[in-house]
């Protein structure tokens, strides 16, 4: 069964580094998201992206954020000069389309700025 | 801005047993979705409620949506050890737009 995969697992980083989250969609869909989850918090949305843009972004997603498109499979967030407080378990979520559709959640990756 | 209520935020449950929890939002949504967490893992879709009356369920779990009340139930019958976890529900506004707001969940314990 098609899943969204993400890497890496766990990424480890000094506060004001810039990092790096991979997402793999799965292949048929067009509608591409990160959330996040605090530790013991509930999850919360960051960005959706459609058509190589930015469909809406939630006030956590601010200029340090970033999202990418680099190829017909690949869906990056970065973070630049990251805090403390980015802290989070990332996800990414696929859907094949907009609107009325289940968003596909991968496994996620953790960070941890030190 | 929407908000999402889930209730109780956790829940020792016993095994055999029936129970039912419940999800609220503040604002005309037409779309529910009720996903699994388990420790450490990612969401896992359960259902998606699309309309005013959906029901639908899966194994010993039942899930339902009144949007004039803007609540969603999800029925637990006979509680195994299996269903511990944290569930999820998650409204997008009516309309195209997709962005999930997610309730704090609630994590449900079975017990012996």
């Known amino acids: 069964e098609p899943e969204v995969t993400q890497t890496p697992s766990h990424q480890v980083t000094q506060m004001g580094q810039e990092v790096i989250l991979r997402c793999v969609p799965i292949s048929n869909h067009l509608y591409f998201y990160w959330y996040r989850q605090i530790l013991g918090q509930k999850v919360e949305f960051l960005v959706s992206f459609y058509n190589n843009e930015i469909s809406e972004k939630s006030e956590i997603f601010d200029d340090r954020f970033s999202v990418e498109r680099p190829d017909g499979s690949n869906f990056t967030l970065k973070i630049r000069s990251t805090k403390l407080e980015d802290s989070a378990m990332y996800f990414c979520?696929?859907?094949?389309?907009?609107?009325?559709?289940?968003?596909?959640f991968g496994p996620g990756t953790r960070l941890l700025v030190l | 801005e929407l908000k999402v209520e889930q209730n109780p935020l956790f829940l020792s449950m016993q095994e055999g047993k029936n129970y039912t929890i419940y999800c609220n939002y503040s604002?005309?949504?037409?779309?529910l979705y009720w996903y699994r967490q388990d420790p450490g893992k990612s969401l896992e879709s359960l259902f998606v409620?699309?309309?005013?009356?959906a029901v639908k369920q899966e194994g010993r779990l039942m899930a339902s949506l009144d949007t004039k009340a803007r609540l969603s139930t999800l029925h637990i019958t006979a509680a195994v050890h299996d269903l511990s976890a944290t569930y999820f529900c998650?409204?997008?506004?009516?309309?195209?737009?997709?962005?999930?707001?997610f309730g704090k969940g609630i994590t449900l314990s079975v017990r012996p």
């Open positions: 998650a409204v997008a506004p009516t309309g195209a737009n997709s962005k999930l707001t």
């Open positions: 604002t005309t949504s037409d779309r």
């Open positions: 979520a696929s859907s094949e389309r907009a609107g009325r559709e289940t968003q596909y």
């Open positions: 409620l699309l309309s005013n009356g």
